[in-house]
């Protein structure tokens, strides 16, 4: 029989209570004390966020390509076959032909998989980093899929709220649910700033000039029409505040939206590096065109605190108060806010 010496604080309890106190995920019993054992129960770790695999489709199907160019060729190196066909009068090396492509096939399903599970999740941060946070900003993610932006922007946040809203396309996200997302929230620890809406960016619901940031990834581009993609454009500038900032991260149509956003009314800065872009679109023939690009509506909002701005704003006013005794008026304002 084991001699259990008296309950008392241990080292081994300080370190717990002062790591794991406030998640509740230490207790008392984790912590088990003889007079010969000491045995510190570690918590199971939070399961880390998943944020899916990006078009799980074109992997598979670049994946099928590099087994097949692969295999051919090596059936042929190991001697099973000669790898032509054809007739006396047209032959074709088949091992070779099907080898560059399926090699090609093979490094760009491995990019997409390593992009998909970390390198997205590191772009994200650069470019969130990209904008000054108070903390209180109401935040949109359009096509926010399993929440890359949408979390990585609530961890900014301290008071205010980061929306999603997507029509959750399997064929374009690997697991794509709204629950999806409300759970990675929760490993995050930001689930109590975020919500999600089933909503197509073509059609936000939401009223004028709500949000102070907008961000969007690799979403827009599944618009296939150009009129369609406008629409999700012009209705980003409508739902953004004046003053308000736009990211967008997407892998081609990036001048298209540049122009739509100017058109209304927004200054657009491209923040995607040149030579990566060059980059890219050569080693994929065109098909990936990455573009990054930061906008802001005109009419600036100078913010003091999460709960200060002052927007200054000129007006012409036609008629002014509807008498026709005072002349037409250009007005120089601002507008203060001051949200408790
Ligand atoms: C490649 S995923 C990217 C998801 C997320 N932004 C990310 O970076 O992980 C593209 C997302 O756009 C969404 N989407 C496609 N068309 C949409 C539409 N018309 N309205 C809203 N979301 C859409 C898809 O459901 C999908 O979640």
């Not at 090596?74 to 099907?98: C, E, K, P, Q, Y």
């Not at 980093?129 to 949408?150: F, I, K």
């Not at 150009?226 to 012009?234: E, F, L, N, P």
């Not at 990455?290 to 003091?304: D, I, M, S, T, Y």
């Amino acid at each position: 029989m084991k001699y259990l010496a008296p309950q008392r604080r241990h080292p081994l309890r300080d370190f717990a209570d002062r790591h794991w106190p406030a998640r509740g995920q230490c207790s008392a019993s984790m912590i088990q004390m003889t007079t010969r054992e000491y045995r510190l129960t570690m918590p199971a770790a939070t399961p880390r966020p998943d944020y899916g695999i990006d078009a799980p489709g074109v992997i598979r199907n670049l994946f099928l390509v590099a087994a097949i160019g692969l295999l051919t060729w090596g059936t042929t190196f190991a001697g099973l076959w000669s790898g032509i066909v054809g007739t006396s009068n047209v032959r074709i090396d088949l091992a070779h032909t099907l080898l560059w492509p399926g090699l090609g096939c093979l490094i760009m399903a491995v990019w997409m998989t390593w992009d998909s599970k970390f390198g997205k999740v590191r772009r994200r941060e650069v470019l969130l980093g990209r904008l000054r946070w108070t903390g209180a900003e109401q935040v949109l993610d359009v096509g926010c899929g399993r929440g890359l932006m949408l979390i990585g922007a609530a961890k900014r946040l301290t008071t205010g709220t980061a929306t999603g809203i997507d029509i959750w396309q399997s064929e374009d996200l690997s697991g794509n649910r709204p629950e999806a997302t409300l759970e990675n929230a929760a490993r995050e620890g930001v689930a109590d700033r975020v919500k999600v809406e089933t909503a197509d960016m073509r059609k936000l619901p939401f009223d004028d000039a709500v949000f102070d940031v907008i961000v969007s990834c690799a979403a827009i581009h599944n618009l296939y029409e150009a009129g369609d993609r406008a629409k999700a454009i012009a209705e980003i500038g409508r739902v953004l505040k004046p003053g308000g900032h736009v990211l967008i991260d997407d892998i081609r149509h990036g001048r298209e939206y540049a122009a739509t956003l100017r058109a209304n009314g927004c200054s657009v800065t491209r923040i995607s590096s040149v030579a990566g872009t060059i980059l890219l679109t050569v080693l994929t023939f065109g098909s990936l065109r990455p573009e990054k690009l930061l906008a802001w509506e005109l009419g600036h909002r100078v913010q003091f605190n999460s709960w200060l701005y002052v927007q200054p704003n000129l007006q012409y006013v036609i008629n002014p108060g509807g008498t026709h005794t005072i002349p037409n008026a250009l007005v120089l304002g601002a507008q203060c806010s001051v949200t408790f």
